[in-house]
């Protein structure tokens, strides 16, 4: 299904990142051009699986956070982990799209979350120790986006999206979508995840974890590696741009969200729903398959998705599938955050005509016989597409172009 | 913005399920809050699906399946849900094992059941749905955001019938925690007890033969509301305070910031809403089936007993309040 009343482009004005390869965007793009990975041993978050999986981190203590976020402790003295990742993030996407005060007084705020403020609920859950009930206004998904709002002076609408693997893609669509209906001419939209005990242990419950680094789209993979970050982008209507002359970086030309119907956790074995979510975004976007440069897939390194993912690309693409690397090898799967991280990366790989590798990869997948990109590729690039895909049968494909 | 209501169910504290006339009246709360009068859900859901269903998930499952039938569709072109707090029994008893455990030997039924979008995932998997599905977790604007999203999607091609719900359970444990807050508003005198519930709606662009009401008007308003907003807000569907036959909101009545919007209506067309069905954030979600229920005369034992145009305002835990215009098609 296609939304057809288009009153405005899409414009991509700015972008900001905090992951486990780089504090902001520029040390990112460092990091994926060098293939240098964030994975590797936990350092900060307490938990008795610190030497069984390597996870990647982002390489701050809450501390350090607040002190690159420039967040006084004492003004704001509940700001969790994910609230203090999403600020760093939208700070740097405030700054890259030079929105001043009151231009972010009419700037909408759409974030999205798996679990939010989960790294104290678990720490203060049932532990008198902490003395403290705060966590119970943490908690909620929509705690970090009023945080934000908050602390940019962002006045007007704001949400939250939370569909576990896939959330920040949805977000920046109920954003895309808010502009298209003339609702709001800018919209800042991504997402944030931590890590938590939480997720680390309900993926190792799920057996899903790879005790070694993960392999996405490999013959011999064996799991996810969890990760965490933020990531967000300002979105601006033709409008919008025109009115405070902002540079644009790319544009959001399709989108679309499907659901598997197959199973709570799982991908289908026809990748069915990953299929019609890239055919639709697709068929919004007015592309053949073969204008599609690359795919930043959702790879996540487990048997079962990446073998879904495989054979939904194949269905879509045939036999000249585009290239396509999965970003998670590098940083990690930051579930509600991960489609935000790869967005503002496949933002970047349009604006600086690249395709970034993923590290780990041996051998091909034998039923698709797909072999990521291994070595960075300098291309022209005009179309990228950006799956994501998550619990509850929810996917999601975002295209992005010059 | 003009969407048609072609059916609602509400699982709530109240007599809402099942029956065609409701009788509102404040529900008994010996346990210090108020929970739902849930249906035979075997009536309703298949057994072997059910053993495993959280409340949360069989409240939002039943009221689907209901809403969809009721509306005569086999499927909706979309599936829209929000909620505050999600699976609450299920992340609670995720983290006791993780507490209880310690972090070993953990079963992943709770893990796999705990995020947002279960219910309207679970509901995707029962009717085979393949189209768009997302959740919404924004406080007490949660089940607004996804109506703001059904307004969107409209105007596309293809997105006819949408399914939007709105749901929020509460159990021994999440009432234990929250009540050492002031989350249900300790600081006002005679607080709402805390309550829970869930409502769905078939939201379509052609009027069907059972159409309960148009939503008509919807709004957000950053930390507080006042009267000039609200009149502008009604200006703009060119309609006046004294056009407007019931006023329900969320708030307190002795909460002084709300005071004022208060004053603007009578006091008998005033229903402070969650008297029925207790404080929580997809309240609003609950106030527009009973606004519904205004709208076609099915309300008993309550003074004011109908309006043509109805004006809901909710706020909550989150920073944002939320104006929502329903009238009768």
Known sequence: MVIINQKTNINITGFGIIAPIGDNALKCYKSLINKQT????????????????????????????????????RQYPHFTRASLLAA????????????????????????????????????????????????I?????????????ELYGISGYRTTLSTACSSAANAIIHGALLLQNGIVD?????????LSKFTLNGFNSLMILDREHCRPFD???????????????????????????????GRLTGFSNTNDAFHQTASSPTGEGAFLAMSQALDMAKLEPSQIDYINV?????????????????????????????????TGHALGAAAALEAVFSVMALFNQKIFPQINFTEPIEETGLFPETEVTEKHLRHVLSNSFGFGGNNSTLIFSK | MKLFINKATAISPINSWGTENTLLNVPDASTGYFVCKEPDYKTIIDKKLLRRMSKFIKMSVANAIECLAGAGLEQPDAILT???????????????????????????TAFMQSTHNTASGQIALLLGCKNFNVTFSQKNTSFESALLQAEMMHPGNGYHNILVGGMDEITPESFQLLSQTDCFGKNVEKPYLPGEGAAFFVLSDQKSEKCLGKLEGLAFYPENISPAEIEDFLKKNNLTFNQIGLFLTGAHPHNEATMGISKFFSRENIVWFKEFCGEYDTSSAFALWLALQFLNQKIEGYERKTAEKILIHNQGSGLLHSLMLVSSC
């Open chain 1, 137 to 149: 206004y943490t908690h909620p998904c929509g705690d970090a986006a009023d945080k934000i709002c």
């Open chain 1, 38 to 73: 964030g994975i590797g041993k936990l350092r900060h978050l307490q938990t008795i699986h610190a030497d069984e999986f390597p996870v990647g981190e982002v390489k701050h203590s809450n501390d350090e956070l607040l002190a690159i976020a420039g967040i006084d402790k």
């Open chain 2, 82 to 108: 929000g909620t505050a707090l999600g699976c609450v029994a299920d992340t609670v008893d995720f983290l006791k094992q993780l507490n209880e455990n310690n972090e070993t030997l953990l079963n992943p």
């Open chain 1, 186 to 194: 800018r919209v800042i939209a991504g997402g944030v995840d931590p």
């Open chain 1, 298 to 330: 959702h790879g996540t390194g487990t048997q079962n998705n990446d073998l879904s993912e495989g054979i939904a690309i194949r269905r879509v693409f045939g036999e000249k599938a585009p290239p396509f690397s999965s970003t998670k090898s590098l």
């Open chain 1, 88 to 135: 760093i993030a939208v700070k740097e996407a405030i700054q890259y799209a030079k929105l001043d005060a009151g231009l972010l007084k009419t700037t909408a705020f759409i974030s999205a979350t798996s679990v939010g403020g989960m790294d104290k609920t678990e720490n203060c859950f049932q532990n008198e120790a902490y003395g403290s009930n705060d966590f």
């Open chain 1, 219 to 249: 013959k011999n993979r064996n799991g996810l590696n969890l990760g965490e970050g933020a990531g967000y982008l300002v979105l601006e209507s033709d409008k919008s741009v025109k009115m405070h002359d902002a540079a644009v970086f």
